[in-house]
């Protein structure tokens, strides 16, 4: 079973591009480090001010799955918080 989190994000602080990206950059490697799951950035776009993360993990059990998901999302929201973002949306799919 696979899980797909999608994070969309507000980024109030930022005033540049690379501003953005020092706080994707932070978010991805965090949440890397500490659940061992996949980040990448899915909508590269030029606006300053927002992204969207996706985070996927595969396991055997989907009650797992499910608990992971939950605490990724929790922790993505402390992090953006205090890098002065807001998670605006998140959804999770299971595969």
């Known amino acids: 079973m696979i899980a797909f989190l999608t994070l969309e994000l ?3 602080a930022a005033q540049s591009l690379k501003d953005k990206r020092q706080v994707v950059r932070s978010l991805k490697d965090r949440l890397r480090a ?6 990448a950035e899915l909508d ?3 606006l ?10 595969v396991s055997d059990s989907r009650d797992y ?10 922790q993505a929201t402390r992090i953006a918080n205090n890098g002065g973002a807001d998670v605006a949306d998140s959804f999770v799919e299971y595969i």
Do not use: Q, Y
């Open 10 to 12: 507000h980024i109030e």
């Open 65 to 74: 799955l499910d608990g992971l998901m939950k605490n990724v999302e929790r």
């Open 44 to 46: 590269p776009s030029g």
């Open 34 to 39: 500490r659940f061992n799951v996949a980040v």
């Open 48 to 57: 300053w001010n927002r992204a969207t993360l996706g985070v996927v993990s």
